[in-house]
């Protein structure tokens, strides 16, 4: 009875499906199950959390693996600074630390102390009685080869030259330092100190490094350094360094002692390896971005162009202050070195120590040049490092003063 009733009460009315699909109207679509969405929001998750913990997993394996190198460096290197003797700089990446005193290591053989003055100088730790006031002063500019690294500052040039002519020197070379930190300390140092003399490395390695944005060092470690970029009007200008360096606040003298073992290397991670290499690869992700933005501009890549614009200008700052400036050349193997067009500068004196080097060799040879200027230790002796020797220092510095003497006499 009730299927007649509703026969009736819907007899004569339009059927709703026709009626809908006349005026246009789209059948609803169908939805999926409300748990069928979740589902699949939640695995979308789920596979987020386990690919982003497995490349945090992957990351934490490269930290350990690559700290693990650093100290293994650092228990088997027996070359290195002991003691803080350098921090970072916002301009120079790294500079001396004023009045501070180290070791620096010596493969095969006795540490070498150094020492340097309030003023960032690099000085004997006993120095000799200072020449008197009104003597030439001189200022040396250059890297580890003006430095005198694996000598002691007595053996260097810059105090060879000063033994032998009598005059006053201020040697600001340091390890690493190429052509962007040098003329940044020309811009500083000889207005400040108005030199009588001012010695300028020149080697090719020293442009090399001005285009670069690192000074890169033992164990994979990175140090931003200033670097040589070019305008668009072609101008090569200073540009600093692209993040503060780590680097020299991390101190490794606490594991270069006894023997290597797992409890000493955990805390080696967590206190140095570890945060170094965090910081490092954060700033420098964010320096590769920057380089693919065109917010960092790319280092000057024009050698000749580079090596002009440099000594032009400190030739130029020396002018200003009454300085002459003598250009050290200075290689590092049995060929003579390409000056690149440095010695077309008008009004410089070119100092080619190297070519003198040279003609003392018994032959031109790579074998002959190490054995009478490179560093040799132990017994029987050994050859450890090309940098030049104490012979190599008389050398240069007896090349120098062939310059700074007559006109003050």
């Given at each position: ?63 350990g693996v690559r700290s ?38 010596v493969p095969r053989g ?300």
């Amino acid at each position: 009875m009730l299927d007649d009733l509703d026969k009736v009460l819907t007899a004569g009315r339009p059927h709703a499906g026709p009626r809908s699909e006349s005026r246009g109207m789209t059948p609803a679509r169908p939805q999926p199950p409300r748990g069928q969405a979740l589902s699949f929001r939640k695995k979308l998750a789920f596979s987020v959390v386990v690919t982003s913990a497995f490349a945090l997993v992957l990351y934490a394996g490269s930290l350990g693996v690559r700290s693990l190198r650093i100290y293994r460096l650092v228990k088997d290197s027996q070359s290195g600074l002991r003691g803080r003797v350098l921090a970072p700089d916002p301009m120079l990446g790294f500079a001396p630390i004023p009045g501070s005193t180290g070791l620096e290591l010596v493969p095969r053989g006795p540490g070498i102390p150094v020492r340097f003055d309030a003023d960032g100088f690099r000085v004997p730790v006993d120095p000799p009685a200072d020449p008197q006031d009104g003597s030439p002063l001189v200022l040396t500019l250059g890297c580890s080869y003006t430095y005198g690294y694996l000598c002691r500052a007595e053996d260097a040039y810059p105090q060879v030259l000063s033994q032998l002519t009598g005059c006053r020197v201020k040697n600001a070379g340091m390890s690493c330092y190429g052509l962007a930190q040098m003329l940044l300390l020309a811009r500083s140092l000889i207005p400040r100190y108005r030199p009588d003399y001012v010695v300028v490395q020149f080697s090719p390695w020293l442009v090399e490094r001005a285009q670069s944005f690192y000074a890169h060092g033992p164990g994979f470690i990175t140090t931003p350094v200033p670097y040589l970029s070019e305008t668009p009007a072609g101008v090569v200008e200073v540009h600093p360094p692209v993040f503060g360096s780590k680097t020299q606040t991390v101190s490794l003298d606490a594991y270069r002692d006894g023997p290597a073992s797992l409890g000493d290397f955990l805390p080696f991670f967590f206190k140095a390896g570890g945060p170094l290499l965090l910081h490092d690869d954060f700033h420098i992700t964010v320096h590769r971005l920057k380089r693919i933005t065109g917010l960092t501009p790319p280092p000057a890549a024009d050698p000749r162009k580079i090596v002009d614009s440099v000594y032009r200008e400190i030739n130029d700052i020396c002018k200003l202050n009454e300085s002459k400036m003598l250009i050290l050349v200075l290689g590092s193997d049995s060929q003579a070195v390409d000056t690149q067009g440095v010695d077309r500068i008008a009004g410089v004196t070119i100092v080619d120590a190297h070519a003198a080097m040279l003609k003392r060799l018994p032959e031109r040879t790579p074998e002959a040049y190490r054995r009478m200027y490179g560093h040799w230790r132990g017994d029987p002796p050994v050859y450890v490092d090309y940098h030049p020797n104490e012979a190599a220092q008389k050398v240069i510095a007896g090349e120098l003063a062939r310059f700074v003497v007559p006109s003050h006499l």
